[in-house]
């Protein structure tokens, strides 16, 4: 997972479009006023910032979703090549900070990559499995975008060796726990070469978002495949609500600014390419709606979260005061177990005999009914599939 202020599920920013290890987040801090989304970083930043440090508390652990930018793709669709402008790191030298596992380590552009491994095999292991902890590469510079994304393993359908055979559902699980929230804006990455109704993460993506109304398209190597380009993505066949934005890919050693100024040349002056309207195109084009989108949904979204931690921690302090005092001899300890047992009693009589279920509203695969329900099913096909043989 990653942010810009480079977080990941763990902000970290991947190297390659290899399976990974872990999530990876990546939040790119800009201390000062970043040349491509300067007038709105201020105001996003104090919301950015609120977000991660809900994050770090594991509120989404009591169910509390916050806002986030997800990022998927299929192999080689290039996010890496994406992800890496939007960090900015390999221009001027950033601050870098990995945290992960409660650590907190100091690292440079040189040791990053390095750095990175050794967190995911502690994280995950030597060999190529996954995990769905968080992995979280902090970079700060100047003239770079406010984000924070959530930077997910690339969707791997068959197992190389290594690998668990169940590789592409353990990943696909990852996917859907984060893509699912409606708090969460999917980021989905397309190479050009490839039909877009095609794309692994586009099926995914359609699962938990039909109207696309959360979903925003970059498509990578627009320079490999101008051709229908322009087509593709006005038709919008996969329905991606809210736009696509075409960019070029950095090609070996380009600095960062040498890439930047291609990628402008080239959709100035290609003759398909030039076609695409300018607000459809570039990194630049690309950081600058992130962080609208994102300041958006944080907005909209903050004021449900704290509602929702104030319920969550009134819920908590009730249960805690319900709780026995201290007990300073055997007679009170004995009353009070009582009391608790007399309680226990009263709760069981309410779920099993009058099917009522005020105590426990939330937790519905708990209720008798439903498991009643499901007890049954399960008998009838029993039943069925022994008829069925009995019948052979």
Same mark, same amino acid.
Request: negative net charge.
């Given at each position: 997972m990653m942010e810009t202020s480079s977080t990941k599920p763990s902000n970290v920013q991947k190297m390659d479009d290899s399976s990974s290890s872990e999530s990876l987040a990546?939040?790119?801090?800009?201390?000062?006023?970043?040349?491509?989304?300067?007038?709105?970083?201020?105001?996003?930043?104090?919301?950015?910032?609120?977000?991660?440090?809900?994050?770090?508390?594991?509120?989404?652990? %009591?169910? =509390?979703?916050?806002?986030?930018?997800?990022?998927?793709?299929? /192999?080689? +669709?290039?996010?890496?090549? !994406? $992800?890496?402008?939007?960090?900015?790191?390999?221009?001027?030298?950033p601050l870098l900070c990995l945290e992960y596992n409660g650590k907190s380590v100091d690292v440079d552009e040189v040791s990053v990559a390095d750095a990175i491994i050794l967190a995911t095999d502690e994280i995950a292991g030597h060999g190529k499995g996954i995990s769905n902890k968080l992995l979280t590469l902090l970079v700060k510079k100047n003239g770079v975008p406010n984000l924070t994304m959530v930077d997910?393993?690339?969707?791997?359908?068959?197992?190389?060796?290594?690998?668990?055979?169940?590789?592409? %559902?353990? =990943?696909?699980?990852?996917?859907?726990?984060?893509?699912?929230? /409606?708090? +969460?804006?999917?980021?989905? !990455? $397309?190479?050009?070469?490839?039909?877009?109704?095609?794309?692994?993460?586009?099926?995914?993506?359609?699962?938990?978002?039909?109207?696309?109304?959360?979903?925003?398209?970059?498509?990578?190597?627009?320079?490999?495949?101008?051709?229908?380009?322009?087509?593709?993505?006005?038709?919008?066949?996969?329905?991606?609500?809210?736009?696509?934005?075409?960019?070029?890919?950095?090609?070996?050693?380009?600095?960062?600014?040498?890439?930047?100024?291609?990628?402008?040349?080239?959709?100035e002056n290609h003759p398909l390419l030039s076609k695409i309207d300018k607000s459809m195109v570039g990194i630049p084009v690309l950081a600058q709606k992130l962080v609208s989108i994102q300041a958006t949904i944080i907005s909209k979204s903050l004021p449900d979260s704290e509602r929702k931690i104030n319920d969550k921690l009134a819920t908590n302090l009730a249960e805690l005061n319900r709780l026995p005092q201290h007990l300073s001899s055997m007679a009170e300890a004995l009353t009070t177990f009582m009391r608790i047992l007399s309680s226990f009693k009263d709760s069981?009589?309410?779920?099993?005999?009058?099917?009522?279920?005020?105590?426990?509203?939330?937790?519905?695969?708990?209720?008798?009914?439903?498991?009643?329900?499901?007890?049954?099913?399960?008998?009838?096909?029993?039943?069925?599939?022994?008829?069925?043989?009995?019948?052979?």
């Amino acid at each position: 997972m990653m942010e810009t202020s480079s977080t990941k599920p763990s902000n970290v920013q991947k190297m390659d479009d290899s399976s990974s290890s872990e999530s990876l987040a990546i939040d790119v801090v800009a201390p000062c006023s970043p040349p491509i989304v300067a007038s709105v970083n201020d105001r996003i930043r104090p919301l950015l910032d609120c977000v991660d440090r809900l994050r770090h508390l594991n509120i989404m652990q %009591e169910g =509390i979703q916050l806002p986030t930018i997800v990022v998927l793709g299929d /192999q080689s +669709s290039g996010k890496s090549s !994406v $992800l890496e402008p939007l960090a900015g790191y390999r221009s001027t030298a950033p601050l870098l900070c990995l945290e992960y596992n409660g650590k907190s380590v100091d690292v440079d552009e040189v040791s990053v990559a390095d750095a990175i491994i050794l967190a995911t095999d502690e994280i995950a292991g030597h060999g190529k499995g996954i995990s769905n902890k968080l992995l979280t590469l902090l970079v700060k510079k100047n003239g770079v975008p406010n984000l924070t994304m959530v930077d997910l393993p690339v969707i791997t359908r068959v197992p190389v060796q290594g690998q668990p055979d169940d590789i592409y %559902e353990q =990943i696909s699980d990852i996917i859907k726990t984060y893509i699912s929230p /409606q708090e +969460s804006i999917i980021l989905n !990455v $397309l190479s050009a070469t490839v039909d877009f109704p095609t794309c692994e993460s586009i099926r995914m993506s359609q699962k938990v978002d039909k109207t696309g109304e959360r979903t925003l398209a970059v498509v990578t190597k627009a320079d490999k495949a101008p051709e229908g380009l322009l087509e593709k993505v006005t038709a919008d066949e996969v329905n991606i609500g809210l736009g696509y934005i075409c960019v070029r890919n950095r090609i070996g050693k380009e600095s960062y600014e040498a890439a930047r100024k291609n990628e402008a040349g080239l959709f100035e002056n290609h003759p398909l390419l030039s076609k695409i309207d300018k607000s459809m195109v570039g990194i630049p084009v690309l950081a600058q709606k992130l962080v609208s989108i994102q300041a958006t949904i944080i907005s909209k979204s903050l004021p449900d979260s704290e509602r929702k931690i104030n319920d969550k921690l009134a819920t908590n302090l009730a249960e805690l005061n319900r709780l026995p005092q201290h007990l300073s001899s055997m007679a009170e300890a004995l009353t009070t177990f009582m009391r608790i047992l007399s309680s226990f009693k009263d709760s069981l009589k309410k779920i099993l005999l009058r099917g009522e279920f005020d105590e426990y509203p939330e937790e519905r695969e708990t209720h008798c009914t439903t498991r009643l329900v499901e007890m049954l099913h399960q008998f009838s096909d029993e039943l069925h599939a022994k008829n069925f043989d009995g019948r052979d």
